[in-house]
T-cell receptor, first 113, second 115 residues
């Protein structure tokens, strides 16, 4: 079974631009969570989607948004990029969320110049 | 609010030795899950071991085992017969059962296995 895939793997943007990251979960998994990883703040939860609905959201500004499609693939969007948005963005999937173990993708490394 | 604390930012041990990584957490919940995740230099996060809070028996996975002390809110990871491939960042993580799908991570412990 293929693992969680994320595209693109690397991205360079400039301040003020917007970016869209994509995550394809493990086949059959319906829950997708997003995390931001930085050296200073560590791993922080962004949001979680299940059956195309956002079920949970972390403490991030409204510039960070996401969505999930009927095939469980998910995208996250960051508008008006700031230098501080430079990070590794990790996506994780699980069968139904909650009590299920989350499996992580390789991440998208975003650099904002 | 739940918090996870890993007090050892970095550790080094010789190959074949046993090493223990510490983790403490704070929560008022009674039903939750604890995890240890490993992130090798290639960055793919991998689940090492998982513990359900309602289970008294400590979880084990081959060379990896945990010491779960619920009253003390402590969840340490022991790696026996350490191997070079164990070199990675290790994250202790917490999730409230049923209600949440949000994992709270500690800051991590960078573990170096020396040849």
């Amino acid at each position: 079974k293929a693992g969680v895939t994320q595209t693109p793997r690397y991205l360079i943007k400039t301040r003020g631009q917007q970016v869209t990251l994509s995550c394809s979960p493990i086949s059959g998994h319906r829950s997708v969570s997003w995390y931001q990883q930085t050296p200073g703040q560590g791993l922080q939860f962004l949001f979680e989607y299940f059956s195309e609905t956002q079920r949970n959201k972390g403490n991030f500004p409204g510039r960070f948004s996401g969505r999930q499609f009927s095939n469980s693939r998910s995208e996250m969007n960051v508008s008006t990029l700031e230098l501080g948005d430079s990070a590794l963005y990790l996506c994780a999937s699980s069968w139904t969320g909650s009590t299920q173990t989350q499996y992580f993708g390789p991440g998208t490394r975003l650099l904002v110049l | 609010a739940q918090t996870v604390t890993q007090s050892q930012p970095e550790m080094s041990v010789q190959e074949a030795e046993t090493v223990t990584l510490s983790c403490t957490y704070d929560t008022s919940e009674n039903n939750y899950y604890l995890f240890w995740y490993k992130q090798p230099p290639s960055r793919q996060m991998i689940l090492v071991i998982r513990q359900e809070a309602y289970k008294q028996q400590n979880a084990t996975e081959n060379r990896f085992s945990v010491n779960f002390q619920k009253a003390a809110k402590s969840f340490s990871l022991k790696i026996s017969d350490s191997q070079l491939g164990d070199t990675a960042m290790y994250f202790c993580a917490f999730m409230v059962a049923i209600r949440d799908d949000k994992i709270i991570f500690g800051k991590g412990t960078r573990l170096h296995i020396l040849p």
